[in-house]
């Protein structure tokens, strides 16, 4: 099943997959709070899928 994060908003999932984190934010006039949504969906299992180096908010310091 594929959801938009605002779809998602209020379920629970076994397995998540978020797609794209950094589109979330840049693309998302609720950027930050969509992420937070997509990222705590899954009960169980989170994986995230992205292109090229993890988001610089991820990157150990």
Known sequence: ???GVRQ?????FDAVLPA???AVLDRSVRGP????VALTRA???LGIV???RPPR???RR
């Open 1 to 3: 099943m594929v959801l």
């Open 8 to 12: 998602a908003e209020g379920l629970e």
């Open 20 to 22: 794209d984190p950094a």
């Open 33 to 36: 709070n969509d992420l937070y």
């Open 43 to 45: 009960t169980q299992r």
């Open 50 to 52: 992205h292109e090229g």
């Open 57 to 59: 908010y991820w990157r």
